[in-house]
């Protein structure tokens, strides 16, 4: 038996599962369940719950001048940017003055996007050439134990070609590499997203998950509590209402692949929504959102990124009331327009903390057991400065994270506020510990 089989069927003895043809999901925490035991901290001291990580990305920077926090806990203020958040102070980080040392000076955009989970020099020319980045390291780890060591998403086609600067516009569109010149595949499709968590093949697209697993959960309802029936059923609610959002949304890319096919070109090469993806991107980015919180509830996966856009994004914002595309709006980073922009991404991090927080885990939520990481490449797009980051973080990794912050590193000099510092001390909160990770050997002091 390999590594990866042995954590998975070692996984497999902590967790309940509903399975049926083809699937097998992961239950949520029931206390009736004699494998979750018969309280929460019994069961918990037992079996520790998962730790789970996500990266959130947002291109081409933020409006700065609402851009801040102040205080802590649940009087922490936040500015207009962040207003989003608020529900979620106390399990909120406001981190600022952190870099990515290797992605200063090197030129705009490209380079400065494709190294942000790894702190590696990114190489010129036709060849590709970084470093692993931190959700692959995690992925390589604890997404040993479950069926898919992680999942990485956008809401996005990445770009081909060169920038002026001679960097590969790779870099700009993948922030998730499994090995020094290889980004991990992003999936944009949210059908084809759904499809890899639960084993969709065939004919298999045309049933319910939950026709496939009703025997089960059928014999299971006889056996656990009214409290617990209550949350396998809004367990399997939330399922099938993300089930039939994507079968929409498999309609539209196949018409999109037959138009493809009629015109001789491939759906890489056509524009929204002419390639099947969603018109309008609240529902793409909102569906995108939902797929991680529900591989992370159902334990498909412990590791996801997730691109909301990419750097040099082409996205529009109609419904902003925001005439430029994302990459020419960014030129204007002060303006109102910019400002909604950037808290439009915000509540979408807002969104998927909603969903992570609603579900019960322990005696917290899936999201009290999760960091989700949010960051862009780059502070102001109008001036292309990257000499300081937006990061935030939600979730405290079981207790291991203390949230409720404001931190800045602004003052702290350039060897103590290195972004890979940071991914040191959550890699070692999720289990991980290495010497160094890209271009830091220390943690982030007081994180």
């Known amino acids: 038996m390999n590594q990866a089989s042995a954590g998975f069927r070692a996984n497999l003895s902590r967790r309940a599962f509903l399975r049926g043809v083809g699937v097998t999901m992961a239950l949520p925490w029931m206390e009736s369940l004699p494998v979750w035991g018969a309280s929460a901290s019994a069961a918990e001291a037992a ?20 851009w801040w926090a102040k205080g802590e806990g649940e009087t922490m203020e936040l500015g207009k940017s962040l207003e989003p958040l608020a529900p979620f102070r106390k399990k909120l980080n406001v981190i600022n003055g952190l870099f990515n040392k290797p992605s200063v000076g090197v030129g705009i955009h490209p380079g400065m996007t494709g190294n942000i989970l790894s ?65 991990v595949p992003m999936e944009v499709y949210p059908s084809l997203a759904f499809d890899s968590l639960f084993e969709n093949r065939g004919n298999k697209r045309t049933q319910s998950i939950l026709d496939r697993i009703k025997a089960d959960a059928s014999s299971l309802s006889r056996k656990i509590s009214s ?70 509830q159902s334990d498909k996966t412990r590791v996801a990124t997730l691109v909301l856009c990419r750097d040099l994004s082409g996205l529009f914002y109609p419904f902003l009331d925001v005439r430029d595309a994302h990459h020419s709006a960014s030129h204007n980073d002060k303006s109102e327009a910019y400002e909604r922009i950037s808290r439009y991404y915000v509540s979408n ?12 885990e322990g005696e917290g939520t899936v999201l009290d057991n999760t960091c989700l990481l949010y960051l862009s490449n780059m502070w102001s797009g109008e001036r292309h400065d990257n000499t300081r980051l ?4 939600l979730g405290g990794l079981g207790g291991a994270l203390q949230t409720g912050r404001v931190l800045d590193f602004s003052e702290a000099g350039d060897e103590n506020r290195k972004l890979c510092s ?7 909160r999720l289990g991980v510990q290495l010497p160094r990770f890209g271009d830091a050997a220390a943690r982030l002091t007081g994180i």
């Open 47 to 66: 079996n520790p719950l998962p730790k789970r990580f996500a990266a959130v990305f947002m291109g081409n920077g933020i409006n700065g001048q609402h």
């Open 227 to 296: 409290e617990d029936n209550r949350k396998l059923d809004e367990y399997l609610t939330s399922v099938r209402e993300v089930e039939k959002r994507v079968d929409r949304m498999r309609g539209e890319q196949g018409r999109a692949e037959e138009r493809a096919k009629d015109r001789g070109r491939s759906l890489f090469t056509m524009n929204r929504p002419d390639n099947g993806l969603p018109e309008d991107i609240r529902d793409h980015m909102k569906l995108m959102c939902d797929i991680v919180a529900l591989a992370f």
């Open 349 to 360: 991090l807002a969104y998927l903390a909603s969903r992570l927080d609603a579900m019960p």
């Open 390 to 393: 937006p990061v935030l973080t």
């Open 422 to 428: 940071l991914h040191l001390s959550l890699m070692d």
């Open 119 to 183: 702190g590696m020099p990114l190489m010129k020319g036709a060849v590709l050439r970084g470093g692993i980045s931190m959700d692959q390291v995690l992925a390589n780890s604890i997404g040993q134990e479950t069926v898919q060591p992680s999942l990485v998403l956008g809401c996005e086609q990445p770009i081909t070609g060169y920038h002026e600067t001679n960097f590969s516009m790779a870099y700009s569109s993948h922030i998730s590499w499994q090995s020094a010149d290889s980004p």
